[in-house]
């Protein structure tokens, strides 16, 4: 007998080293006894579901599949509002919370995770002084006191400045850690192709290949075909009528603005009577616009129109994010623009408010 069960275990021993290495995420969660939990992955902004498993006495285990490496999936309970993030790697992780507070479940066994966690427990104090910040402005404008509402606003935006150093320093401290890509493209958005590179460079050569750092090396050729001095790329969209529109058709003016805007987004309707003042003004000097479209639905995009009184080319393929245009020229925020020369050469970006008109004025010689 003693005998039988050295054997088993030696067996259990070379089948557990020579099988290939598995995740298993399971736990105990309160405020349920039975359903499903869904193992999740984020997919061009759409949750595609993994793995499942049943969930029977608040308990749930999900295994049998393998990841290629740790990165982000999501964790989430068929009927209970909201999900857990969680860095999914070859290896046994436990979950520990309540069914209707997923997000703020506790997470052990992976490494990776324990990284985030660090990270995040970082965060926690300029979270804390933005929000104690917004408080106070608020409170400013509502006693009529815009000069300390001025100042607040000074304040947070040092605070911004401080939660990137952060971050900068977080990825230059953390160049192995599996997490790391996933901060790194947090704060990519407000870095240029050079910078985002220069990151890269410092990371360990295991995490060039996850798709985070694939798809920000995409982003960094596409921000090198968009930099002042190069030309525009050209593409093609259908205008309020259905006819194709291309770039190149209507480059020909000397200052052509193209420009990316959505009737659902704030910032870019705040920004459209500037748009139309300095179109309104030069536009017989030589200033054209080309407004491209990140909107879904098509009547939306005809109100906006109409309601701002935007009397320049419009085009659009209703693809929200997904817009082609957009991707190509790597606009991953709104409002964004382009001023181009007669050529199509791109001259400057981003140029909004006073800026746009001081810009135009300068080139047309006014």
């Not at 459209?272 to 003042?277: D, G, K, L």
């Not at 991953?332 to 199509?344: K, V």
């Amino acid at each position: 007998m003693k005998k039988l069960f050295l054997f088993s275990v030696v067996t259990a021993l070379i089948i557990s080293c020579s099988s290939d290495p598995r995740y298993v995420v399971g736990g105990k969660l309160e405020g349920m006894d039975e359903g499903m939990a869904y193992l999740q992955k984020r997919e061009s902004g759409q949750f595609v579901t993994i793995d499942s498993a049943s969930v029977e006495n608040g308990a749930f285990e999900i295994t049998g599949g393998s990841v290629d490496y740790p990165d982000a999936y999501y964790l989430s309970i068929a009927g209970k509002r909201g999900y857990l993030m969680l860095f999914l790697e070859n290896a046994k992780i436990n979950v520990s919370g309540h069914a209707d507070s997923l997000y703020q479940a506790r997470i052990e066994g992976s490494a990776s995770q324990d990284d985030y966690n660090r990270y995040n427990a970082g965060l926690e104090p300029f979270y804390k002084k933005n929000q104690d910040l917004f408080e106070e402005i608020r409170a400013a404008r509502q006693d009529g006191d815009e000069e300390k509402a001025a100042e607040l606003e000074e304040e947070r935006n040092f605070l911004y400045d401080e939660m990137n150093d952060y971050n900068i320093e977080f990825i230059e401290s953390n160049p192995a850690s599996w997490a790391t890509p996933m901060i790194l493209r947090s704060i990519s958005y407000g870095l240029s192709g050079e910078e985002m590179e220069a990151y890269i460079e410092k990371l360990d050569t295991k995490l060039l290949e996850t798709q985070i750092i694939i798809d920000l090396k995409d982003r960094i050729e596409k921000l090198r075909k968009v930099a002042i001095g190069e030309i525009a790329p050209d593409f093609t969209q259908d205008d309020p009528e259905g006819n194709p529109v291309s770039l190149s058709d209507i480059i020909g003016p000397e200052l052509l603005l193209v420009d990316f805007w959505a009737a659902w987004c704030g910032p870019c309707r705040q920004e459209n009577p500037n748009v139309a003042a300095v179109y309104n003004e030069f536009h017989d000097k030589g200033f054209d616009v080309l407004g491209v479209s990140l909107d879904r639905e098509r009547d939306d995009w005809l109100k906006a129109i109409e309601d701002d009184n935007l009397t320049w080319t419009h085009v659009s393929d209703l693809k929200f994010w997904e817009n082609e245009a957009a991707q190509l020229y790597a606009v991953n925020a709104i409002p964004a623009n382009f001023l181009l020369d007669s050529e199509g050469r791109i001259l400057a970006t981003n140029i909004r408010g006073p800026e746009l008109r001081k810009k135009v004025a300068e080139i047309l010689g006014e």
